[in-house]
């Protein structure tokens, strides 16, 4: 057996079917995926668990482990968890050849393995250092490019979107306002604008000034209203509140075109959206000569996200995004991976391939914030996964972070930044942010991502303009469901039509594509807008 790529250090896949020369997905050149009749599949050597592949229906025989046979005392939904051997009552369980909980009850080889059987546990995991470090290769061939927009900065946009941007809820409705006047047909005079945008959020002000959660409201619409996917930028404000419109406003941002209105100076709502109105109306004929160029790779900066996530979540779509985020990193490119509560019991894997000391450190103490603050709350990280997750056969965060952390492929972790901070590659960075995914994408958004890769499961719809969000279907059942929400079907891992290196090749040419102008199913309905969510934290008053 080989490396699954993307997947955590040395694991493995084999599958088990009652065709015992099918190939396995994970091979690193693997000529097929599994054969059509594979069952179960196993991520690793001496994993006690495997992955149905399929409805195992209760009393069918289904090959195990060494040619041996199982036989499900109770239907295994696909994507669910069986039992290859016997397990003890309080005995780890592993897959991926990591822990992923500890048994409940003695489960019998056969048994159905989920929440009435298999708990959390603490993973005992060895913290080491910078000891797994790889750094990516520039594939052979030339350099690739995509056909991007060079703003005034000299930064690169993927999107020639004008930007609304509220400095405070009080100004939401004006500025839905006047997006709303350029909605349908009023832009077909206007190709070359992908659309007018309003960005509302429910905070800015009642917060304590130079507190923890002021900082993080600014720098979220700050980094928004820097981002160079915006030829044309309003900002709104009210005029009384805390974070003042201004402070959004300054010479390094990206935009060609920048106004600001503040209601209490326009003469109130009415007034403010005419005058907004007219605002756009003045940057439509301007910002409609911005021109597309060939851009070099390297300044791609891909946000990768998960939602909705399944048990191929961590098989098919992850470590499929994760080659093709080395591939991108090897050509000098940035990827950002985020989340940090689904990281909890892979932090190990991360951590070893830190560049340095202090990169990894900082990981670790981003997560020992996140174990307090869900102490505070009344909760703990294995309130994770939701019941979506564990509907698709995850049962613990340690099982659910194993699978996240495949988006990262294999590149070091070159930084750890917080939540908005602006993303600096090249490499791969890591950003603090929460698991919900609007508040976790938005945060991406703000530190600067072109594009965002979002992989799901369950089938979670998320957007995030003014950026692309490529959607990642984990499992062919899945994409004939809701083909009209998933661009890439990763589910012909699975079904033997394609392998992870192909499929990582084809989301990486999927994402120059994008970059370079091709809609995201995302995009056609123009979703987007009501995902900008702002992580809100401290008190407010």
């Not at 993307?6 to 493995?12: D, E, F, L, N, Y």
Request: aromatic share 4%; proline share 6%.
């Amino acid at each position: 057996m080989s490396s699954l790529p993307g997947a955590p250090a040395g694991s493995t896949a084999e599958p088990h079917s009652e065709s015992p020369h099918s190939d396995s997905p994970h091979s690193e050149n693997p000529q097929s995926g599994p054969a059509r009749h594979t069952a179960v599949l196993r991520l690793a050597d001496g994993d006690e668990v495997g992955v149905a592949l399929r409805l195992l229906p209760a009393g069918e025989p289904v090959e195990g482990p060494g040619g041996s046979v199982l036989v499900p005392a109770a239907n295994i939904p696909q994507g669910h968890k069986l039992a290859l051997a016997d397990i003890a009552a309080g005995d780890r369980v592993h897959k991926y050849g990591q822990v992923i909980g500890q048994a409940t009850t003695p489960i019998t080889a056969g048994d159905h393995v989920h929440s009435h059987n298999l708990a959390m546990a603490e993973a005992g995991q060895d913290i080491e250092f910078g000891t797994a470090r790889f750094q990516p290769p520039a594939p052979d061939g030339p350099r690739p490019v995509f056909q991007g927009y060079r703003r005034r900065n000299g930064r690169a946009g993927t999107r020639n979107y004008i930007g609304i941007l509220t400095s405070v809820n009080c100004s939401a409705s004006t500025a839905r306002m006047i997006a709303d006047q350029f909605r349908g047909p009023v832009l077909d005079a206007f190709p070359n604008i992908d659309g007018v945008m309003a960005l509302t959020h429910s905070s800015g002000c009642g917060l304590v000034a130079g507190s923890e959660g002021a900082e993080i409201l600014f720098r979220t619409l700050s980094g928004y209203s820097h981002h160079p996917n915006f030829a044309g930028l309003l900002v709104v404000g009210l005029g009384c509140e805390m974070l003042q419109a201004d402070r959004l406003i300054d010479a390094e941002i990206s935009a060609e075109l920048v106004e600001r209105l503040v209601i209490q100076e326009s003469g109130g709502v009415r007034a403010s959206v005419r005058a907004g109105v007219e605002a756009v109306r003045r940057m439509l004929p301007v910002l409609n000569e911005c021109r597309r160029e060939p851009i070099d790779v390297s300044e791609l900066v891909l946000g990768m996200n998960c939602g909705g996530s399944d048990g191929y979540s961590g098989i098919t779509a992850n470590p499929a995004l994760g080659v093709a985020s080395d591939r991108l990193v090897g050509w000098g490119g940035t990827s950002v991976l985020a989340e940090t509560p689904e990281v909890f019991g892979a932090e190990h894997l991360l951590a070893a391939r830190a560049v340095t000391r202090t990169v990894g450190e900082r990981l670790l103490d981003r997560l020992g914030w996140w174990q307090e603050y869900a102490l505070r709350g009344g909760g703990s990280l294995d309130n994770n996964p939701s019941p979506g997750n564990k509907a698709g056969g995850l049962t613990t965060i340690l099982e659910k972070s194993l699978g996240a952390v495949a988006k990262a492929g294999r590149a070091e972790l070159t930084d750890v930044i917080g939540y908005a901070d602006r993303i600096r590659g090249p490499g791969l960075v890591f950003m603090d942010t929460p698991g919900y995914d609007p508040v976790s994408v938005t945060g991406i958004v703000a530190g600067g991502a072109t594009v965002v890769c979002f992989t799901t499961g369950r089938g979670s719809v998320l957007g995030c303009r003014p950026v692309p969000s490529i959607k990642l279907g984990t499992n062919t059942e899945l994409y004939r469901r809701m083909a009209e929400d998933i661009d890439i079907n990763c589910g012909e891992i699975i079904d033997g039509g394609t392998d992870l290196q192909e499929m990582g090749e084809r989301i990486f040419h999927r994402i120059l594509a994008t970059a370079s102008g091709r809609q995201t199913v995302s995009e056609e309905l123009e979703l987007g807008e009501d995902e900008f969510v702002p992580w809100q934290l401290g008190a407010v008053t």
